[in-house]
């Protein structure tokens, strides 16, 4: 198991932590704040309005859960969508939400935003769905952690990114001595981001398979990593969180 430490002894003095304006030189970035994460947005090309809820309870879609993840660009698009961790009865409300974050579809996000610039980010939601006297309810949170979830709270969990200070670039399959044939593999890590962004510690929890390198790569991919910190109350807060990493045999 790896264990990644950063001294906490010296932290960023941020003037303005919150979602207001700040008076900064140049007149493109004036407007932005200093942190926000992605986000889904509002109104009628929002995710949680595209999703079909109708047509999922027509089809026969009961209650269900599924996590999913996927980069936003600085333009809001979306990009390079993974689905997983679905309840066993989640596959119509897994498929409708690929759909609509389909390239097809065109999706949009509100982008991140790290020091009142416009950044790449991977954003982590969970998508709820279940039929409360006849009628759907359903809900989109911006975090996978089970207790945040079980409250329903507006938790919005550390989301990496690229660019300006974050010498992160994605997430890269093992090399080749790692894994001689390819195969799919997993690896959930512990991070510890502080009210900055900044990383404070990094743990690999668990690979799937073992000891073909899964939980290296995720962990050096990472560990380069500047992230948008985790929001409670619309105010970047320090998060103890678990991120999952998922590889395909042809890469992630």
């Given at each position: 198991m790896r264990i990644f430490g950063i001294s906490a002894a010296v932290l960023l003095s941020i003037v303005d932590l919150g979602w207001s304006q700040v008076d900064v030189p140049s007149s493109q970035t004036a407007k932005l704040p200093m942190y926000r994460p992605a986000l889904l947005g509002t109104g009628p090309d929002s995710l949680i309005n595209r999703i079909d809820t109708a047509g999922l309870i027509k089809q026969g879609q009961k209650d269900a859960a599924i996590?999913?993840?996927?980069?936003?660009?600085?333009?809001?698009?979306?990009?390079s969508v993974s689905?997983?961790?679905g309840t066993p009865d989640s596959k119509?409300?897994?498929?409708?939400?690929?759909?609509?974050?389909s390239a097809a579809a065109n999706p949009k996000f509100i982008p991140a935003i790290y020091n009142h610039m416009l950044v790449d980010a991977i954003y982590y939601g969970t998508v709820t769905f279940g039929i409360v006297n006849d009628k759907p309810r359903l809900r989109i949170f911006s975090n996978q952690e089970r207790e945040e979830l079980k409250k329903e709270s507006d938790f919005i969990g550390p989301q990496p990114f690229w660019g300006g200070d974050s010498r992160?670039?994605?997430?890269?399959?093992?090399?080749?001595?790692s894994v001689p044939v390819q195969v799919d593999g997993a690896a959930e890590l512990e991070v510890k981001v502080d009210a900055t962004g900044s990383?404070?510690?990094?743990?690999?929890?668990?690979?799937?398979?073992?000891?073909?390198g899964f939980g290296d790569a995720a962990f050096d991919d990472l560990s380069k990593a500047k992230f948008i910190p985790a929001f409670r109350d619309g105010k970047p807060v320090a998060s103890n969180v678990k991120i999952p990493v998922y590889y395909k045999e042809k890469g992630f």
């Open positions: 996590m999913f993840s996927c980069s936003v660009e600085k333009d809001g698009t979306v990009a689905t997983y961790r119509l409300l897994e498929q409708e939400i690929l759909k609509k974050l992160f670039n994605g997430f890269h399959y093992p090399s080749a001595r990383l404070r510690d990094l743990q690999v929890l668990s690979e799937q398979p073992p000891f073909l």
